[in-house]
């Protein structure tokens, strides 16, 4: 196995951001941003087509989601008779997204959007959102299932038209207008003489308002639908379609249209469409679009997504790298798409973009079509990967230490409550029973802080002993907390031993070459706990959520994640039975659930593994990681994990280590910057130095809004059996 040897080196700034594509005074190059798209980055319904996202992360912290809906029983092109836009909502850019409502449901045939309501986009403006979108309505009833060779679908394809919606929260209620803010023109030759849809919206450089849209003419023998023949749509479909600009100073408009299609080139003008689906922005004084490549014009792949620049809005050609998406795109498990991605929405903070959004039509059973879905694929940020090196401190504060003055303190997680406190959820056990006490005396404990870094004050005991007739009657250690639809979930690994250690004085010190301690340590497995108040009782449960199965003797140290995909991600550890007390390897497993609550179902796939090591009786290989902490972030899974014998690196013994994995939690590789934390000494700001036994185990990191804002580590002193947690928070 080839180790990762300890050479400090620096990289010039620029390169990570040259290599991110989106470079002021460089010309914009999105495909490179383009990272491999995960299956699990899937919005989808079995009920429903889902068709176009468009992302907003709001005042709170959310990201919320916009999208086209409309009954799969209808089939595909129902999306034009009964579409409506929905609402759901993700506390992490990632995902996963929950259905919350029908923003603009059908509101009566009278109204010109009363039936239909299609191909959202969201746009915010200081404290108000502007859903932009189109509208259709019908006065006849459509039959159904509907076709494009069907007369009714054509009466409400021409019947569209463009509106706006306002709220002060994404979450509604909307206000929407009696009236398209982009109708058709009264000119019967003009290109959107037959109807207007597909709004793109975004600001100019002086903070105006430009809104591309799509636009169909009437053609030369166009004739209105004689709704007495099916055959008489054929006169009705209109001619060319093609892309209009307006302008407005406000988002409710008025608009003033530009009278000249955009995005044709020399050569395009008999094509019947070149462009579809265009998502527009401004930056760096330019603006630029994203845009289907309906024929190839601009990429030489029909169907891929092209980018296209323009000084003014009005004139508009390729940009120097206009390949975005090809119209076949590659899953990161290698499988090409059998469909290209449609109405593509970039989600840009901080003027980059982050996601690319779109819509994609799926087969099923070799039926085209009779399904579809929303995909976000993530784009490159500047850092391909995270780099603890640049986020840590090189010295910690000793006012950002938990201690208890009578207890030790290990492995503490910290959530922001809804009461807007901090609360350490954490082990603790008597210092005078020593640090290996932990096996046989821990108990969970919780702390509450008005700030992130502390100081915290013992609130109450969470998880105490509750006496032998229970699997976790002795013990309750290495808690980790997440909270789910406004609840939290406790993971724990809980023991009960013999009764032997009730019989001993608080200042008796559990040694390991006592057959007792044993005796708790493999009687480990893990479970859980849940509360609707992080304040209030917690339930426990009377068997383990983990226990043993064949050649397993002993199961602890959960650690629990959401994944985009909905299903809950476990990582534990157990010990082989190998005939001895101590056992055999030390094994890190994923396990898989659709609820918090299991059942955990175990993937078969090794966690974290030694490589090229045939002899399992090695250390390095029987105990190669420990105290892992996985995470979700930014379109991939991390892990901080102990190298405990060197087995990775040539860094010390028990240094932190980082590893990645796809959107899975499944697939993990050490990151390419890997050290996390160096073991053997901590510097403190007051100019102390603490040598150490273990310095940064149990790691945990505490999050708001999908980023990482501090490590939680436990650290125990050289020569003490004292030990501590020390929040450190990270530099951006």
Known sequence: MKKIVPIIFILPYAVFVLNSGFVKGQELNIGVMVQPVSKLNKFIDSDYYIWGASVVKGEDGKYHMFYSRWKRELGFYAWVTHSEIAYAVSDNVDGPFEFVNVTLPPRGKEFWDGTTTHNPTILRKDSLYYLYYMGTTGLIEAKQPISMSNKDWWIYRNNQRIGVAVANNPSGPWKRLNKPIIDVSDNPTAYDALMTSNPAVNYTSDERIILIYKAVDKGKNYKSIDLSTDESYKLSTGKKVRFMVAFANNPLGPFKKHSEPIFELKGTENIHMVAEDPYVWHQYNKYYAIVRDVVGTYTGDAGALALMKSENGYDWKPTKHPLVLRSRFEWENGEKSTAQLERPQ???????????YGALSLTVDGVYRDHSCNVRIPLKQKYEELNFQQLLPEELDKSNIIQEEKYNVWGTNIIKGKDGKYHAIYSRWLKSRGHHAWVTHSEVAHAVSDNLTGPYVFKNVVLPARGNEYWDGEMTHNPHLIEYDGKYYLYYNGNKGSGYWATTPDDFMPETDNPEWWVNRNNQRVGVAITDNINGEWKRFDKPLIDISNGRQMTATPVVSLRPDGKFLMAYKYVTVDGSTWGGKVVHVTALSDSPLGPFVDTNIPFITVENKEDDTDVQSKFAIDDHVQ???????????????????????????????????????????????????????????????????????????????????????VDSEISFSTIVPLIY
Not at 346 to 356: A, M, T, V
């Open 631 to 717: 995470w979700y972030q930014d379109g991939r899974y991390y892990c901080i994990g102990k190298d405990c014998y060197q087995s990775f690196s040539d860094y010390p013994k028990g240094s932190m280590l980082l590893w990645t994995s796809d959107s899975s939690g499944l697939n993990w590789k050490l990151a390419q910057a890997p050290l996390v934390f160096l073991s053997g000494k901590i510097p403190w700001t007051d100019g102390d130095v603490t040598t150490c036994t273990r310095t940064c185990d149990m790691p945990k990191i505490y999050m708001e809004h999908g980023k990482m804002k501090a490590l939680i580590m436990a650290t125990l002193p």
């Open 346 to 356: 970039l989600l840009i903070e901080n003027g980059i973009p982050r996601s690319l």
